[in-house]
Every structure is written in C-alpha cells, then in structure tokens.
T-cell receptor, first 113, second 109 residues
C-alpha cells in the first residue's frame, strides 16, 4: 500500500455541478499527476503539478483545473460536469526530475447523473 | 501520445509464459510498467530508462528498445497472482506519463 491518499472514495454529482477531488502525496514526493480512467480503459493523463504550478497537461478542456499546495497535496476541480466525466480519478505522486516510479492512490469514483 | 499495447487480452494456464508489447510513435525517455487488479489502484512493477535496458522483478522482466520506441514485458512461469491488467506508461523529456490501453491477463489453474 502506498502513502498516497485520495478523498472522497465515491461521489455522485448531477450534470452541471462542480466537484473537487483531493490527493495527499507520499512523503518525500513533490509532484502530483492526475488521471481519468473510464471503465475498461487505461488512465488518461489530465495534468501534473510541481512547485504549485501546472507542469504539463493532457487533452482535457479548461473546465478541468487543479491546485497544488505547499505541502505538495493537490486538488482536481471539474466544473460544469458532464455525463462522460463519470470515471475513476487517480492521482499519482512522484519526485520531479528523477524519473522514478509514480505511486497511485486508490482513486475517487465519480458518477455524474 | 498514447502508446499502443498488444495483445489486448491473453489467457494463460499457470506456469505458462507471456509477452506484452508496448510501442510509441514518439521518442521515449522512459517506460514504466504497472499492473492493476480489478477495483484497485495501478501498482508499479518497473521502470526502464536506457535503450536496450532490461530489468527484472522476480519472474517478470522487461526490455526497452529506444531506437524502435518499443518495450516488452516478459512474464515467465505465470502464477495466479499475475492476473490483472498491465499498462505501459511512456514519457518524453517532460516527465508526463501517458498510459496505453492495457493488456488484460488472466491466469487459470
């Protein structure tokens, strides 16, 4: 089990609403990456945060935004939720520049109805 | 940017071997391999950084051909615990990891 924790574990939201997901990184890690994993698919890279700034982004619209805090924890915010946003959201923490392994949290299962 | 994995699925009997391939159309700086069991988070297996490098983890090993932008994961003498979906993740210099579509491995007694 890794030291990466995510909250909440499950969430149900209505289309059009906004949601905030949280991730605490593993001790000693300074980088957090967020992924969206639809059922039966691989994790899709949303963005990465390092030094409290976005450090790379995948093919996701601006309504997906994030924050990183001084303690390296991170938030993922999604505005104007759509049905297709229903997925497992994973965060992974790592050490920037070392190209070492990324450790994943257990994920947040988001259902949009 | 998403790498392509093959095969999509494979069924093995205990003790059999398997190879999972991962290829990218972009230049690769590293390849990461993960295994995910149903309902769980992906678990790190190994990372390969240099062209031609091979790494091992018990009876699981991998190779990375930087020139061909390909990596292969080798599972030998498979065990029931090897069942799961295997993902390769590839990164360029930006250190952003992009995952393939996955290979579902089922090991049966």
């Amino acid at each position: 089990e890794t030291g990466v924790t995510q909250s909440p574990t499950h969430l149900i939201k209505t289309r059009g609403q906004q949601v905030t997901l949280r991730c605490s990184s593993q001790s000693g890690h300074n980088t957090v990456s967020w992924y969206q994993q639809a059922l039966g698919q691989g994790p899709q890279f949303i963005f990465q945060y390092y030094r409290e700034e976005e450090n790379g982004r995948g093919n996701f619209p601006p309504r997906f935004s994030g924050l990183q805090f001084p303690n390296y924890s991170s938030e993922l915010n999604v505005n104007a939720l759509e049905l297709d946003d229903s997925a497992l959201y994973l965060c992974a923490s790592s050490v920037q520049g070392m190209n070492t392994e990324a450790f994943f949290g257990q994920g947040t299962r988001l259902t949009v109805v | 940017q998403q790498p392509v994995q093959s095969p999509q699925a494979v069924i093995l009997r205990e003790g059999e071997d398997a190879v999972i391939n991962c290829s990218s159309s972009k230049a690769l700086y590293s390849v990461h391999w993960y295994r995910q069991k149903h309902g769980e988070a992906p678990v790190f297996l190994m990372i390969l950084l240099k062209g031609g490098e091979q790494k091992g983890h018990e009876k699981i090993s991998a190779s990375f051909n930087e020139k061909k932008q390909q990596s292969s994961l080798y599972l030998t003498a498979s065990q029931l615990s090897y069942s799961g979906t295997y993902f390769c993740g590839t990164s360029g210099r930006a250190n952003n990891l992009f995952f393939g579509t996955g290979t579902r491995l089922t090991v049966i007694p």
